[in-house]
């Protein structure tokens, strides 16, 4: 039974809303003409999206970069049409955006390190380090240390750019850093962590002349400039050399782009100056990145911003087609080491080197004689 077109609008309502899947919504609009005029007019994939994020209530409009333009004229003279042309770019926009929100692959977010609220030693212990999943590189260390205090309820913040203005956040991975080159091989981790996500401030008086340098220690530049939306709670932190895990309780939409790693109560203090500091050897936050598909624009004063849409294609699609096309240049990088190394083969083969025995001294006097002879 078309129940659509034979139920009142109330029960068809509840029955659609009963649909938590992108794609069933997308399919029941695809069911004919007058299912998809339903969907459409009561805007259920919009509905969806507001179910799964409330943080999307303040998006004040859509933007599509390539059907505005032409709508302007159409749309003309005709409010009904416009409306409907509204709410038409509203489906196609909240329909890709429940099905990213959702299906896209889980993946890592951070596309660069911003700022650390101090650093001790700049720039050889700077917050880049912690993109590095390793805590050594060579025999050199790598981690993001804080300056020492004398009072462990100083905090610490790490600021970060994710790689979309849109991402959706399940998860924060967090490695301590363990001193292995001081006595004792103490760990400089704290009491608890928690996360803030959001936007920068563009309405901000300081945000054309207070940017730091990237990885400089600042943390004015980070109260005045970015407007947090989101803040979790305070997880507690192991004193353990190990990445550990801190899952939200939901998944979170960060809507701008941002994240706040604070780092609340010191717990180790350096042997060297009885001072206590917090140590970082590596930071990942995983979830959905919806760069390719969104951008926001024009957040304002009360956190109402604009959708642009980028591009209707299947965000989980896109991703693997990156994918296919990442292991195939590996593959054709990987071919052409190859025959390279084939070719200096062959011409080592057609002429070979000379080799020459070299006779070491057996002592350092040995060796200063055959100088002496020289």
């Not at 730091?212 to 407007?227: A, F, I, L, R, T």
Request: some cysteine; overall charge negative; hydrophobic content about 30%.
């Amino acid at each position: 039974m078309d129940f659509v077109n034979n139920l009142d609008t109330d029960t068809s309502l509840s029955i659609l809303s009963c649909l938590d899947d992108p794609s069933d919504i997308v399919r029941a609009s695809a069911v004919s003409r007058s299912w998809r005029q339903f969907v459409i007019k009561y805007s259920l994939s919009k509905n969806l999206c507001l179910k799964l994020f409330h943080q999307l209530s303040n998006v004040d409009h859509i933007v599509e970069t390539s059907n505005d333009s032409n709508q302007g004229s159409s749309e003309a003279g005709s409010s009904s049409l416009m409306d409907t042309r509204l709410l038409e770019k509203e489906h196609r926009a909240y329909a890709l955006l429940a099905r990213g929100c959702m299906s896209s692959p889980i993946q890592s977010c951070i596309a660069d390190a911003i700022i650390a609220s101090s650093t001790d030693n700049f720039p050889a212990e700077s917050i880049l380090n912690t993109l590095e999943e390793r805590d050594r590189i060579g025999r050199t260390p790598s981690y993001w240390s804080s300056t020492g205090q004398h009072r462990t309820s100083v905090p610490e913040t790490l600021l970060y750019r994710l790689n979309g203005d849109l991402c959706v956040i399940t998860e924060i991975n967090i490695q301590p850093f363990q001193a292995y080159f001081q006595r004792g091989r103490p760990i400089y981790s704290s009491h608890y962590v928690r996360f803030r996500l959001g936007h920068h401030n563009d309405n901000s008086p300081n945000c054309n002349n207070s940017q730091d340098k990237k990885g400089e220690p600042g943390k004015s530049s980070v109260e005045s400039n970015y407007v947090w939306t989101y803040t979790s709670q305070e997880f507690p932190m192991a004193q353990e050399n190990r990445l550990q895990s801190f899952k939200l309780p939901e998944p979170v939409l960060c809507i701008g782009g941002y994240i706040l790693v604070e780092f609340l109560g010191r717990v180790q203090t350096q042997e060297m100056d009885g001072q206590y500091y917090i140590c970082v050897s590596h930071v990942k936050v995983e979830g959905r990145s919806l760069a390719k598909s969104f951008r926001v624009e024009n957040v304002d004063d009360n956190g109402k911003f604009g959708l642009k849409a980028l591009s209707y294609s299947d965000p989980k699609a896109t991703e693997e087609m990156d994918a296919e096309a990442g292991q195939e240049m590996d593959a054709d990088a990987g071919q052409t080491q190859l025959r390279n190394l084939e070719q200096l083969l062959n011409l080592l083969h057609r002429h070979p080197l000379e080799v020459v025995n070299y006779v070491w001294p057996e002592s350092d006097d040995e060796y200063a004689e055959s100088e002496d002879e020289a």
